[in-house]
Structure formats: structure tokens, C-alpha cells
């Protein structure tokens, strides 16, 4: 029982150092800014190529049920169809920019 409460205390005491620790031991140097996000915000489009992928891989895994050694069917009708496209997808964005 004392061991079980012991743990507990030991694995917050651990996580306590990790956020605090640092925060004490940094010098007062002061901030250069927030870092600019260099991707650019998703478009429309890529956000819905991105929800229609996933929901096509989700389909297709519980059609083909990889976890009953058909893993090779689905990686072939279920993943390689989302890499593919958006294979061509990046390579047409390259196409257009240069």
C-alpha cells in the first residue's frame, strides 16, 4: 500500500522537475519574438484532402482488416492510393510555383 503512494508521489515529483526546473534555472535573457510559421496557414482544399484521405484509409482499413493478415491488400487499395495522390498533388504545387 505505502509503496503504491510512494510511486504516485515519485512519478509527480518527476514531472513537477520537468515543467519547473528549467523555468528556475534559465537566466532573464530576454525574448527574440515568437517564431513566424514558415509552411503558410492549410488552404480549404488541402484541408479537405487531408480529412478525405484519412477518412479513405479508415474505410478501407475496416474493409480489408489488415489485423487478419490481409496487410499487404490493405496497404496496396487502402495507403497506397492516399500517398499516390497526394505524391502528384506535391509535385503539380512544384510544377506551378517554378
Known amino acids: 500500500m505505502l509503496?503504491?503512494?510512494q510511486e504516485?508521489?515519485?512519478?509527480g515529483f518527476i514531472i513537477l522537475c520537468i515543467f519547473f526546473v528549467p523555468r528556475l534555472v534559465r537566466d532573464n535573457q530576454p525574448r527574440y519574438g515568437?517564431?513566424?510559421n514558415s509552411g503558410g496557414k492549410l488552404s480549404g482544399k488541402a484541408r479537405l484532402g487531408i480529412v478525405i484521405s484519412a477518412m479513405f484509409t479508415l474505410?478501407?482499413?475496416f474493409i480489408t482488416k489488415p489485423w487478419d493478415?490481409?496487410?499487404v491488400l490493405?496497404?496496396?487499395i487502402g495507403v497506397m492510393p492516399v500517398v499516390l495522390g497526394w505524391a502528384i498533388v506535391w509535385?503539380?504545387?512544384g510544377f506551378k510555383k517554378g
Open 3 to 5: 509503496a503504491g503512494i
Open 8 to 11: 504516485i508521489f515519485t512519478i
Open 34 to 36: 515568437k517564431i513566424k
Open 59 to 61: 474505410i478501407m482499413m
Open 69 to 71: 493478415n490481409n496487410l
Open 74 to 76: 490493405f496497404l496496396s
Open 91 to 93: 509535385v503539380k504545387a
